[in-house]
């Protein structure tokens, strides 16, 4: 089945400083890619996503690039906020077990 | 709010017990997915259904399992409860059947302690 692996597990940034969270997948078949936030007591809520037939897509702060060859794709969050501080999850959907397979996330702290 | 339903919020029990958990989609989807995660771990898929039938399997215990009524609700039951089961377990719901291609929304989760 699907691997999906997330790095770095834990990230600190300066207000106003950008992050970028990368993952990488084993499945080439994998053809959906969403990102969710996680804040504190709260379950997962999607924030962006993009499909095999792009390679990048923007959200006002936040862009996520993938590169099918490299099976990789990175999340990008520009002018850091400290609302942004929460853990964020890279996916890929597998084919196979018809389920998204999250990678172990990443805790993100914004210092104001 | 995600429009997606979990209770209990929190649950203690001991060791050896049965617990179920409960979760109401969002109206009109009729996929339920369930989720583990555990202390600093990702989410783990559990099982999902669509409209009353078993769909997709992830790594459930053979000591789980899971139903979704007529109603399209869903009931997760953890049985022979061990200390490693202690998680939070999330339900999440989309529309859609087969390949995932759109959006899950999560439910807040139901924090389970097993002492």
């Known amino acids: 089945g699907e691997n999906v692996e997330q790095h770095p597990s834990t990230l600190s940034v300066q207000e106003g400083d950008s992050a970028v969270i990368k993952c990488t997948y084993s499945?080439?078949?994998?053809?959906?890619f969403p990102w969710y936030k996680q804040e504190l007591g709260k379950g997962p809520q999607l924030i962006i996503d993009?499909?095999?037939?792009?390679g990048e897509k923007k959200d006002q702060r936040i862009a996520v690039t993938l590169n099918k060859t490299a099976k990789h794709f990175s999340l990008h969050i520009t002018e850091t906020q400290p609302e942004d501080s929460a853990v964020y999850f890279c996916a890929a959907s597998d084919r196979r077990r018809r389920a998204l397979t999250f990678g172990s996330g990443t805790r993100l702290q914004v210092q104001p | 709010d995600s429009g997606v339903t979990q209770t209990p919020k929190h649950l203690i029990t001991a060791t050896g017990q049965r617990v179920t958990l409960r979760c109401s989609p969002r109206?009109?989807?009729?996929?339920v997915y369930w989720y583990q995660q555990s202390l600093d771990q990702g989410l783990q898929f559990l099982i999902q259904?669509?409209?009353?039938?078993?769909?997709a399997k992830g790594n459930i215990l053979e000591r789980f399992s899971a139903q979704q009524f007529p109603d399209l609700h869903s009931e997760l039951n953890l049985s022979s409860l061990e200390l490693g089961d202690s998680a939070l377990y999330f339900c999440?719901?989309?529309?859609?059947?087969?390949?995932?291609?759109?959006?899950?929304?999560f439910g807040e989760g139901s924090r389970l302690t097993v002492l």
């Open positions: 999440a719901s989309s529309g859609g059947v087969g390949e995932i291609t759109g959006e899950l929304f």
């Open positions: 993009i499909r095999s037939n792009v």
């Open positions: 259904y669509y409209n009353g039938e078993e769909r």
């Open positions: 499945d080439s078949a994998s053809n959906y």
């Open positions: 109206s009109g989807d009729l996929s």
